[in-house]
C-alpha cells in the first residue's frame, strides 16, 4: 500500500467554482502534513502545513482527520492562476512521501 | 526560508555518459535530499546527502549509480552514472527549513532537466 494516496484528476472547473482534494495516508504515526503546488516545469512549493485543527489561508482552506487518516484542500473562488498540480505530503518518521498529484484546469 | 540553486537546468545527454549536478544552498543544513520525477510522477526520494558520511539511498538507487558528494553544509552534488534513456527525468535537491532545519517544509531548488539519448 502507497504511504501516500491522492486521486490524480485531473479537476477541470470553471472560473468561480470550489473545488476540494483529498489525500490519504497509511502510517498513524505521520507527523507533518502538507500542501504543495507544482506548476508545469517548475520545482513543488509549499502551499500551506496542514494543522489538526484545521487552517485557511485566504481562499485556501486545509483540513486533517487523523482518525480516518486524510487530509484535504479546499480551493474557493478559483482563479485561473490557481492551474496547476497540487501534492500532498506526508512527514513519516522525517522522511518525506509525496502523493502522485492532483491535477487542476481552471477554466474562463 | 532557504535559496536553492541547482546547475545545469536542463541537459541532453548521450547514453553511456555521467552528469553531475550541483545544488548549492544560501545556509548551512544538516540534510540534503536529492528527489527524481519522472514525467508524468510524482517525486521519488533518491537519498539523503549527509555532510560528514555516507550518503543513505533508499531502496531502488545505489551509490554507483548515483554517487553523491556532501563536501560542506551547503553544498552537494548527485551525479547519473553510464545514463540510460530511463533516466530521463527532473531531478531536484531539496532541503528542510531554514537555517539548521527543523521546521518540516522542504525547500526545493529548480530541478535540473535531464533527457538521455
Known amino acids: 500500500r502507497k504511504e501516500v494516496e491522492q486521486d490524480p484528476g485531473p479537476f477541470n472547473v470553471p472560473e468561480g467554482a470550489t473545488v476540494a482534494f483529498n489525500c490519504t495516508y497509511s502510517?498513524?504515526?505521520?507527523?507533518?502534513f502538507f500542501w504543495y503546488r507544482q506548476d508545469c516545469r517548475k520545482e513543488p512549493k509549499l502551499l500551506m502545513s496542514v494543522y489538526s485543527s484545521g487552517n485557511e489561508d485566504g481562499r485556501f482552506t486545509a483540513q486533517l482527520n487523523r482518525a480516518s487518516q486524510y487530509i484535504s484542500l479546499l480551493i474557493r473562488d478559483s482563479k485561473l492562476s490557481d492551474s496547476a498540480t497540487y501534492l500532498c505530503v506526508v512527514n513519516t518518521g522525517n522522511q518525506f512521501y509525496f502523493g502522485t498529484g492532483t491535477s487542476l484546469t481552471v477554466i474562463p | 526560508s532557504a535559496v536553492i540553486s541547482q546547475k545545469p537546468s536542463r541537459d541532453i545527454c548521450q547514453r553511456g555518459t555521467s552528469l553531475t549536478i550541483q545544488c548549492q544552498v544560501d545556509?548551512?543544513?544538516?540534510?540534503m535530499f536529492w528527489y527524481r520525477q519522472q514525467p508524468g510522477q510524482s517525486l521519488t526520494l533518491i537519498a539523503t546527502a549527509n555532510q560528514g558520511s555516507e550518503a543513505t539511498y533508499e531502496s531502488g538507487f545505489v551509490i554507483d549509480k548515483f554517487p553523491i558528494s556532501r563536501p560542506n553544509l551547503t553544498f552537494s552534488t548527485l551525479t547519473v552514472s553510464n545514463m540510460s534513456p530511463e533516466d530521463s527525468s527532473i531531478y531536484l535537491c531539496?532541503?528542510?527549513?531554514?537555517?539548521?532545519?527543523?521546521?518540516?517544509?522542504?525547500?526545493f531548488g529548480e530541478g535540473s532537466r535531464l533527457t538521455v539519448l
Open positions: 502510517n498513524s504515526a505521520s507527523q507533518s
Open positions: 531539496s532541503v528542510e527549513g531554514g537555517a539548521g532545519g527543523g521546521t518540516g517544509e522542504l525547500f
Open positions: 545556509s548551512q543544513v544538516t540534510m
